[in-house]
């Protein structure tokens, strides 16, 4: 379970998130929605630590992740997995080792800086690709790849720390809707057959409804809705996100895949 209690983040007197008080139980694909500048990226990047609270407390299976230094720290931002708008590729290097990046907080340091991957790692790594039909492009460089491919080595890159929770920060905001289906499934069946948590900013509420078991709705660094996607009326919609309602509510929904169409997930890594 994921706790926060009363967290809070001033960046000089501006109050970016105020007050976040939420439970969020494992196995739960989370949406967190607002218009820009709500606090979304904020409340995230606390969870994963990369920004401090100002106040406040998070706590990760009875864990207070906000006392963590040193070595405890880095191992929770391996277990607290982020996925970024940008995908944060090391461009020049192939897929299979970026993705083997993901392993870095399990292996010696020596063994990862004179590239002698355990055979397991590897097998791990391969495995997350072939999780969302990527095995092929193992060897190519990463920056030689579309965005929405470069978006699923991220995402396997995830997988491949075997993390208790992922914190993906707004992840198809640079694709088109044909990649942005693609990653969103991808999202989907880490949640669903790995039964990792997910907590996933997103600035398209069509798409939250359709991917999301439960919604956040913040707005100016307060969670003001908390419920069922269904619980979410186009009236509360337009009171969060005010004059780019229209924006964000008129892309035609994704078809989500039934869960029984999902292959089962690989020994390697379930
Ligand atoms: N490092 C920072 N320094 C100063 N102000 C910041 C910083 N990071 C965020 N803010 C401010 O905090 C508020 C919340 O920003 P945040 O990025 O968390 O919102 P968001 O909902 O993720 O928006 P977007 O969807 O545009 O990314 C904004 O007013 C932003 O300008």
Redesign the pocket.
Known sequence: MLVIEGLSRR??D?A?VSDVNLQIAHGAFVGVI?R????????LRMVNRLQDPSSGRILFDGCDVTALKGPALRQWRAQAAMIFQQFNLVGRLDVLTNVLMGRLATVPTWRALTKMWSREDRAVALSALEQFDIAALAAQRADSLSGGQQQRVAIARALAQEPGLILAD?PIASLDPRNTKIVMDALLRINRHFGITVLC?L?SLDLARTYCDRLVG?AQ?RVVFDGAPEALTDGVARDLYGLEAGEVMDVAPATVPVAASIPMPDAALA
């Open positions: 960046f000089g501006k970016a607002g820009s500048g709500a606090g979304k990226s904020t409340l707004e900013n600035h913040m660094g």
